[in-house]
């Protein structure tokens, strides 16, 4: 069994910054690509940012130049650095792990972590 669990998320002004991050732990022998996802109310869960294993990252174009993904491997963790905050950005942010833990990959999510941002 994997479990990831996220944190860092809050209430900022817009302009201001947060930090997210997910840590995964369990059964882990690898674990491909991490990413972060979030979805506002009333809309479909987006893709927001992902990075694999040897650091290669993507970004949804609405983030590009504002957010940093990166990753530690050794520590099974993934970071979502955010700047420049804007209401919009408002939702709850997911991670997602795509983890092999015996013969196959699967993706697993955390819970998510609330992030609002206010004008």
């Known amino acids: 069994q994997v479990q990831l669990v996220e944190s860092g998320g809050g209430l900022v002004q817009a302009g201001g910054s947060l930090r997210l991050s997910c840590a995964a732990s369990?059964?882990?022998?690898?674990?491909?690509?991490m990413g972060w996802y979030r979805q506002a109310p009333g809309k479909q869960r987006e893709l927001v940012a992902t990075?694999?294993?040897?650091?290669?990252?993507n970004y949804a174009e609405s983030v590009k130049g504002r957010f940093t993904i990166s990753r530690d491997n050794a520590k099974n963790t993934v970071l979502l650095q955010m700047n420049s905050l804007k209401p919009e950005d408002t939702a709850v942010y997911y991670c997602?792990?795509?983890?092999?833990?015996?013969?196959?990959?699967?993706?697993?999510w955390g819970q998510g972590t609330q992030v609002t941002v206010s004008s």
């Open positions: 997602d792990a795509d983890t092999l833990t015996g013969l196959n990959f699967k993706h697993y």
């Open positions: 369990g059964s882990i022998f690898s674990i491909n690509t």
């Open positions: 990075i694999t294993r040897d650091g290669s990252t």
